[in-house]
């Protein structure tokens, strides 16, 4: 099986409280050909402040390299992205969302994740270009963000 060369695709990670959805999530991005990953607010990143792999986040990463950036402001990372004529594509639950298996990319993309409760603020929702939703059919309002962020990019990206 040989391994397709990806268009430019980029995630951004807001507030997400657990490192394990962070390595979990590098995982994925590494087996999606994510380009970069940034990390905003209060996302944990790989190191801790000495530069050590953090253990929780190489339990789930499985030594994943992508490369990642961290910057307080989102704000920040979409401003610059949308420079480079990026298309915005939140995973989210919202009024204005359509269903993930509709969503069709264009390139470079920047796909956003927040909290795992409390979702993607509104503030940057209104900085977004698209606003993806999986449906549920169960009983509960959601997946886990790794989970949800696996499905969507394997979906969208046709990988």
Known sequence: MTRQKPQEAYLLLHNIRSTYNVGSIFRTADA?????????????TPLDRFGR????????????????????NPLLVIRELKKKVTQVIALEQDPKSV???????????????????TGISESLLKQ????????MKGKKESLNVAVSLGIALFR????
Do not use: C, H, Q, R
Not at 156 to 159: D, F, G, R, T
């Open 32 to 44: 999606a050909g994510i380009t970069k990953i940034y990390l905003s607010g209060y996302t944990p």
């Open 156 to 159: 969208i990206l046709n990988i």
């Open 128 to 135: 977004v270009d698209i606003i993806a939703e999986i449906p």
């Open 53 to 72: 792999e953090v253990k929780e986040f190489s339990k789930t990463s499985l030594g994943s390299v992508v490369p990642w950036e961290y910057k307080k």
């Open 99 to 117: 269903d993930y298996k509709k969503v069709k990319p264009k390139f470079p993309v920047l796909f956003i994740v927040g909290n795992e409760v």
